[in-house]
């Protein structure tokens, strides 16, 4: 497989200004933020989305970087949304494994769009 953005991004090559680093996964600023805080993480091995035999280590970084990244941003006191999209349908636009850490806002209860 040709390397994703996500993988050149967690490899550094782009410069990106991380929230969060381990030896697993990385966080940063999403570039098209959906609330006032909305930050990836993101494997630095690459899987395709959370069904892709993703070893408990990782799953466990990202759950460490949720918890750093709502702690830095100060929404850990008030609330925030953490979500892994798997596959088209469901939104999932970048084909790596990844968190979406929303919070800063009330976001309501809208899970599911309209059809």
Do not use: W
């Not at 967690?10 to 200004?17: K, L, P, Q, S, W």
């Not at 035999?53 to 990202?62: D, K």
């Not at 918890?67 to 469901?90: H, L, P, W, Y």
């Amino acid at each position: 497989m040709e390397e994703c953005l996500f993988c050149t991004i967690a490899r550094g090559a782009f410069g990106t200004e991380f929230l969060y680093e381990d030896d697993q996964v990385v966080a940063f600023e999403d570039l098209h933020p959906q609330a006032p805080v909305h930050v990836l993480v993101v494997p630095k091995r690459h899987f395709d989305n959370i069904v892709d035999g993703v070893p408990a280590e990782v799953l466990a970084s990202m759950v460490a970087a949720a918890q750093a990244v709502a702690e830095k941003t100060g929404i850990a006191s008030t609330g925030f949304r953490c979500i892994m999209n798997t596959g088209s349908d469901a939104g999932q636009t970048v084909q790596h494994l990844h968190m979406h850490i929303l919070g800063g806002a009330s976001l309501g209860e809208g899970l599911i769009a309209q059809r």
